[in-house]
């Protein structure tokens, strides 16, 4: 197992520079000329020169990359075209409302997929199944701005539940927040509810048919040991990869919820950064976004691995 | 121990030529909700603009924000534009963006993971890398990084789509080649010196089909899903564009006055992504290897 | 004394797409608390399903339509799950075939055998799973219960089943051919252990196998089915001495005797192929390949009659039969071709070696350590005389495959000399002529996988004649189908719509496409049923002599091997151990391995005695292989220090026999009996 650690985590650091350099070609290499943006387009040549000297603009690529990377990596992030703050307190304060955003959506999600799936799974061709099946295939398909919008006109202005507007200030604590969260979760976890109940479905549909579970059943076990700790044990080991991989999304994919709901999450800051041209702030979070994926995958892949006896012990 | 025992004396079939696959995809009814669905707005995207009765742009001032009736069956929006017929040219309008995108996304993916994954070694390695780091980042983040800095140039968004996709069909086609390559038929090829392309397109390709096109028509349902949310936050497309999300966006500020204008676009994208999960899914119950 | 099972009328009815589609069709059994039955069929016949029904697990779409099934007295149809419960808990256990996937992958192996004992403690719940792991002579059972599945060979973990399946002291025992999936020296330690549990218990056993050899050891009392229905039943001693049914007696005559050789005898086949159960004949099933067929056999179905105390058959001509009067056994098996030598090597290998690095971590990289690598094929040499055929057994990680594959150029990291008709052989395909290529082919293990399922049995076919021969031509196909005794109008069909047998032989057709001068075959009726084996085997037996070709003949059947070579090699751990022509391969003197591999063969006679040789422990890991004798380590016959320091050296016997052993061959000669005594068909 420790092996297997260090590999993964080998791994994670490989795609992580790939992605970065990725990163740094869309957004240095691609726009052209850095240092018009930042001075405008009446700036003179000897003004654009020296600019271009200070930022370290006409070093070769690579080193540029590594000067960036290396700054990236120790917490220097640059300063924000538009802002002309640091980039990295407005990110930090953005990322932490959009982990608690995270946080609702999964539990509202995740619950309620793996249930739906698991039901269907044990289920299946019955009318159950086929409700649940077809169900999670609609809702999976709808756009978030239209259930987001959906919501609102339902729960916000019919009902006057929850707000219309989820747009929070800065240092409001996770619970006061909370009825604010509430559709804009709703939102983000319909469409992944309808993605984990079908991954479960299909892990159970696929465990069941196995052969061991016909050896359990025919020991006389209940249906209850049988489901339990056979089917689902097994079933349930690729959903949980399914989850932790939809956490990247999470973090920075819900840019339309964000921008229904007025939300100041990373989204909404990414596209402000695009509005912008600002680049220092957009290469911040898609770089936050990428490691929010890696560092996912790589806690799905360890705890995978731990639950399947065939690597733990290699 | 195989099975001894089959259908004898059955004449060959034509499995999967695609009048077959329609027939069956409309045997189910999830499936064949899904296709009438496609099929209908592939109409509309076809004759659309021919049958619409007014023009996508056309303003009339004394008809705004007109409750659906026999002359506007939409309604008008904020500007006296009629509804219906703008829904109608933005079925062309994402139809064809989506459809060209993933075509072309799809054959890029397929030819680059074949080939990959076929001749292995190094090269392969390192190119899943650099594709599993893309697909590190969510497709609209991607999508977004690529616009937002490439700016609005013309035929960006097919660009966009097709760069976004390509890593995605490039790993399901290299995934089948590898359970293919070591097939008895595959190697009977290379005994008999086959080339590396006859073996590639003859022997290994047709295998792939089916698993391609399930995931052509994924990426199709993406790619409409992701041309209407870009349309929807501003990015990619300027007003006066048709596109559905563009519509929904625009119709927000006037949703009290003019609700139609907002549900009917966004009924469309919904109801299309729909139809074409659905259809998707028939689609992998229904391909079969011939004569199956 | 009420029987354990009962089974009475029992018809079980498939739903699918058109119509029901019959499985089972009014079959009855009885066995008798203590006794063994054996269940044998060929696919389609039904025994799968049957044994399905008995333990009332059913899949969905299968419906019990009538009959009843008994266990113990008690009625089992009808009953709700809740019921059923305890009957499978306590009555009824099975073993199933492939007892890896049969394992939970996420529960250690001790919690498995102990949690239907719901009622015990942990402590106790621990013991019992050691109890149950002595009890099947496993050694060191408390590492083994703290194990998950996959870190067990495959000889325990069906052992482990075997104990899963007796803790409950059943009535009844199903047995699901337990032992196909083994090596044959792991199946014959693991039939010992069965026999001997069962001896010890005295549980009535179904015993379900496709094995005729493994049911003559084992079974007291037969049922034989074919396409859903019961054809005979008897007692062992009858069924296999004096067969009443055409069927039964095909089937017999379709396994090679040990001994026989194709220059002595043809296998009796049986003509054309089992029916398939949506297109059964509607008089008796077995009339269209019946060799004693007559009018009536095709207007009604014969009834089951009784031919002694507790004998049935189901047909007319039973009597006839009995009394000698007719033989479904003519004509006799056909005399052996007429086979010219030639004395002309066709293939000589010399010193091939075929080794797979394994991939370095990181770590290992960086410490330069050297790269590990599985020695799949090691210093052999092998030649092949044209027009004959040298069989190569082995059992798993013997490196048969890996050879087979070198010489055809599918490896690239395969070193040694080797001669096609003469001349050098370049290692890769890419190296080779049109010339050479067209003169060495391969068929290979899977059939299901040997087309292309999206070309015509056509289009695969011509490929080779026009990229081989240049020949373009749709009359040269139907030739080729005919060589391999396919109607032409397969020539427009998919192999979705072949049988796995069909799909063999088009696979051999396109081997010999293009007038190859050797054919190299893998395992290719491995997967197969019995009786379609033999008609593959006397199709290769006859291109061999119409065309001349050499044939190298991979196989883990010994029987098989004995019959179709002239010369046969035994293969451990990627060298050869023993190479024999193929009449003298029986007796002594034999390598110690091959004495051990011939004393597991399930043999057909039941009356035949058979000398035991066990081999301890399991096939080593081809990553450390053993020193010296790689065979040291499992050798009855080990003799000391000299067999695990220095290489044997190959010694020759009067009889052409090759032996690589310490042991002198007079030696070998004198302390080896026969290892078995069988009779010749009559």
Not at chain 3, 569 to 595: C, I, K, R, W
Request: hydrophobic content about 45%; proline content about 7%; glycine content about 8%.
């Amino acid at each position: 197992m420790p092996r297997y650690v260090l590999r993964r985590l080998g791994f994670l650091l490989l795609t992580l520079l790939l992605t970065s350099s990725i990163i740094f070609a869309i957004t240095q290499v691609l726009p052209g000329d850095v240092a018009r943006v930042i001075l405008g387009r009446e700036a003179g040549e000897a003004a654009l020169n020296s600019l271009r000297e200070e930022l370290g603009l006409n070093d070769p690529l690579p080193v540029q990359y590594l000067r960036w990377l290396g700054n990236f990596v120790q917490g220097d992030w640059g300063e924000s075209f538009s802002t002309r703050t640091e980039v990295r307190p407005l990110v930090q304060q953005r990322l932490g409302n959009s982990l608690m955003l995270a946080a609702v959506t999964l539990g509202i999600a995740v619950p309620v997929g793996i249930a739906l799936g698991v039901i269907a799974g044990l289920n299946e061709n019955k009318w159950v199944d086929s409700v649940v099946n077809v169900s999670a295939l609609s809702v999976v398909g709808l756009p978030e701005f239209v259930t987001g919008i959906l919501l609102i006109e339902i729960f916000a202005f019919r009902l006057g539940i929850f707000p219309a507007n989820s747009s929070i200030r800065p240092g409001t604590s996770f619970v006061e927040a909370l009825p604010m969260l509430i559709l804009p979760a709703l939102t983000a976890s319909l469409v992944l509810l309808g993605y984990i109940s079908r991954m479960t479905r299909v892990g159970v549909i696929g465990e069941i048919s196995k052969p061991y579970v016909r050896t359990a059943r025919l020991k006389g076990l209940s249906r209850w040991s049988v489901t339990y700790r056979h089917v689902l044990r097994n079933a349930l080991m690729p959903t949980i990869t399914v989850i932790a991989i939809s956490f990247g999304w999470l973090i920075s994919g819900l840019i339309v919820v964000e921008n229904v709901y007025n939300y100041p999450g990373l989204g909404r800051l990414m596209l402000f950064a695009i509005d912008r041209r600002d680049l220092p702030l957009l290469q911040a979070v898609a770089m936050l976004a990428v490691l929010a994926f890696a560092f996912a995958n790589l806690a799905a892949d360890l705890f995978y691995a731990y639950l399947n006896p065939k690597i733990r012990l290699q | 121990m195989t099975k001894e025992s089959t259908t004898a004396g059955v004449t060959p079939a034509r499995g999967w030529r695609p009048f077959t696959v329609l027939t069956r995809l409309f045997g189910r009814p999830a499936s064949a909700a899904g296709t009438s669905i496609v099929l209908i707005f592939l109409l509309m995207a076809l004759i659309g603009p021919l049958i619409a009765p007014y023009g996508v742009n056309e303003q009339i001032p004394s008809e705004t924000r007109q409750a659906p009736s026999p002359d506007h069956w939409f309604g008008t929006d904020h500007l006296g534009r009629d509804v219906f017929s703008r829904v109608l040219f933005g079925a062309r309008d994402i139809l064809l963006l989506a459809g060209l995108g993933t075509f072309l996304a799809v054959l890029a993916g397929t030819a680059i993971g074949l080939l990959s994954g076929y001749r292995g070694g190094t090269f392969d390695e390192a190119l899943m890398r650099v594709f599993d780091s893309l697909l590190a980042i969510p497709a609209l983040l991607l999508a977004l990084l690529l616009l937002g800095v490439v700016g609005p140039a013309r035929n960006a968004l097919l660009i966009v789509i097709v760069f976004v996709y390509t890593p995605i069909v490039a790993r399901v086609a290299r995934s089948v080649v590898l359970s293919v390559k070591s097939k008895g038929f595959v190697q009977a090829a290379r005994m008999r010196g086959e080339s590396e392309t006859w073996i590639i397109f003859r022997e290994i390709l047709p295998s792939a089909f089916p698993t391609l096109t399930v995931e052509g028509a994924l990426r199709f349902s993406y790619a409409i899903f992701l041309i209407a949310a870009l349309g929807f936050l501003g990015i990619g497309v300027q007003p006066p564009n048709p596109n559905w999300g563009l519509m929904v966006a625009e119709a927000r500020e006037h949703v009290f006055q003019t609700p139609w204008a907002l549900w009917m676009p966004a009924l469309a994208i919904s109801v299309l992504v729909i139809g074409v999960n659905l259809m998707a899914d028939g689609l992998r119950r229904v391909l079969r290897v011939p004569g199956a | 004394m009420i029987p354990a099972l009962s089974v009475e009328d029992l018809t079980v009815k498939y739903r699918n797409g058109p119509g029901p589609v019959t499985a089972v069709r009014e079959v009855s059994l009885e066995i008798q608390p203590g006794e063994v039955h054996g269940l044998v069929g060929e696919s389609g016949s039904g025994k799968t399903t049957l044994a399905l029904a008995v333990m009332r697990h059913l899949p969905e779409q299968a419906v019990i339509t009538s009959g009843s099934i008994r266990v113990d007295g008690q009625e089992l149809i009808g009953l709700s799950p809740e019921r059923l419960r305890p009957i499978w808990g306590s009555q009824i256990a099975m073993v199933p075939q492939d007892p890896l996937s049969a394992l939970n992958p996420t529960l250690r192996i001790g919690k498995q055998l102990s949690e239907r004992f719901e009622a015990l403690s942990r402590s106790d719940a621990r013991d019992k799973a050691i109890e149950l792991l002595e009890m099947v002579q496993i050694a060191d059972p408390a590492r083994v219960a703290r194990s998950y599945p996959h870190q067990i060979s495959g000889g325990m973990q069906q052992r482990v089943m075997i104990a899963m399946a007796l803790s409950a002291e059943p009535k009844l025992l199903i047995l699901d051919e337990p032992t196909t999936g083994l090596d044959s020296t792991t199946e014959a330690v693991v039939l010992d252990l069965i026999r001997e549990l069962m001896r010890a218990r005295q549980t009535a056993t179904l015993y379900v196998s496709h094995s005729l050899g493994v049911i003559a050891q084992f079974a007291d009392r037969l049922t034989v089915l074919y396409a859903s229905e019961l054809v005979e039943h008897g007692s062992k001693m009858d069924l296999f001495e004096n067969p009443l049914h055409p069927y039964t007696c095909g089937l017999l005559d379709s396994v090679p005797r040990l001994g026989e050789n194709k220059r002595e005898i043809q296998l009796r086949s049986i003509e054309g192929r089992i029916p398939s159960l949506e297109d059964l004949p509607s008089a008796c099933v077995f009339a269209p390949r019946c060799p004693v067929v007559i009018d009536i056999c095709q207007e009604t179905r014969p009834a089951l009659e009784g031919a002694g105390a507790t004998r049935q058959v189901r047909c007319y001509r039973w009597e006839e039969t009995r009394a000698g009067e007719i033989d479904p056994r003519q004509p006799p098996a056909p005399p052996p071709l007429e086979r010219p030598t030639i004395a002309e090597t066709a293939l000589q290998i010399e010193n091939l070696e075929v080794r797979y690095d394994q991939p370095r971590s990181l770590a290992e990289w960086l410490r330069r350590s050297p790269r590990q690598s599985v020695r799949a094929v090691d210093n052999v040499r092998l030649t092949i005389r044209k027009g004959e055929t040298l069989g190569l057994v082995g059992e798993s990680g013997s490196g048969k495959t890996s050879l087979a594959q070198a010489v055809v150029g599918l490896v690239d990291s395969a070193r040694g000399r080797v001669e096609l008709f003469g001349a050098e052989l370049p290692t890769q395909i890419k190296h080779r002529d049109r010339e050479t290529l067209s003169r060495l082919q391969m068929v290979m293990q899977n059939p299901d996988e040997a087309l292309n399922p999206y070309l015509t049995v056509g289009q695969s076919l011509s490929r080779p004649l026009a990229l081989l021969r240049g020949i373009h031509s749709e009359e040269e196909v139907r030739r080729l189908l005919e060589g391999v005794r396919l109607p032409p109008e397969y020539a427009d069909r998919y192999p979705a719509q072949l049988s796995a047998g069909e799909k063999q032989r088009v696979a051999i057709a396109r081997a010999f496409a293009a007038m190859p001068g050797l054919v190299l075959l893998d395992e290719p009726v491995s997967s197969l049923d019995v009786s379609v084996q033999a008609s593959i085997l006397n199709l290769l037996n006859r291109l061999q002599t119409e065309h001349g070709t050499s044939l190298l003949f991979i196989s883990h059947d010994i029987s098989v091997v004995g019959y179709l070579s002239e010369t046969v090699g035994v293969l451990y751990l990627g060298q050869l151990m023993e190479l024999a022509p193929s009449e003298n391969l029986f007796d002594p003197p034999y390598h110690p391995y091959t004495e051990a591999l011939l004393s597991a063969i399930p043999l057909l006679d039941p009356k035949a005695t058979q000398e035991r040789v066990r081999l301890r422990g399991g096939i080593p890991s081809s990553l450390e292989p053993p020193s010296g004798c790689p065979f040291h380590t499992r050798c009855p016959r080990f003799i000391g220090d000299i067999c695990i320091e220095q290489t044997p050296p190959w010694q020759e016997d009067k009889t052409g026999k090759r032996i690589f052993c310490h042991i002198p061959v007079s030696d070998l000669r004198r302390e080896q009996g026969q290892v078995f005594a069988m009779r010749k068909r009559e």
